[in-house]
């Protein structure tokens, strides 16, 4: 989502759809005009954050670099812009197990960051806070030393 008006956003809210946002694709794009967040945060609409992987309109496959993004471009606050990654990605594809969450029987997929606030995960552009990843309760990797440092 890149642009709604208040018919559309109410829709949005009455139905519980995930507006999913691009800020890649919108700056690699040239486009200087930004989603209405605050008609959507006001309305209660849920919003996702995704990078738009594609050769065309958003050549990044850098998930923080979205979410940063999203703060600095769009406005969405830190606290948005990480459920827009997680809890509000995973509604955007329809899992609804508790993909994107860190709770009792949600799958154990999460990912350890070197930072000393959460703030942080969010802040820089390129930084790479992720130490290391798990899928399903099991370490799947360890990132580069140098990432994020």
């Known amino acids: 989502l ?20 691009l800020p ?13 967040v605050a008609a959507m945060r006001n309305a209660g609409v849920a919003m996702a954050v995704a990078t738009d992987l594609n050769p065309g309109s958003s050549p990044t496959f850098d998930p923080w670099l979205a979410a940063t993004l999203a703060c600095t471009w769009y406005g969405l606050t830190p606290a948005e812009a990480l459920l827009g990654i997680t809890a509000h990605g995973a509604r955007a594809l329809g899992l609804r197990d508790g993909t994107g969450t860190l709770a009792p029987g949600a ?6 960051a070197r930072v000393c606030r959460w703030q942080e995960l969010l802040y820089g552009l ?5 130490a290391r990843t798990f899928v399903a309760g099991y370490q799947r990797s ?3 030393p140098g990432a994020g440092a």
């Open 2 to 21: 890149e642009h709604a008006d208040a018919e559309t956003i109410a829709a949005m809210a009455a139905h519980e759809t995930v507006a999913v946002m």
């Open 107 to 112: 799958p154990a997929d999460f990912a350890v």
């Open 142 to 144: 360890d990132a580069d």
């Open 126 to 130: 390129g930084h790479r806070p992720i």
């Open 24 to 36: 890649t694709a919108s700056i690699f794009l040239g486009d200087a005009r930004r989603p209405p």
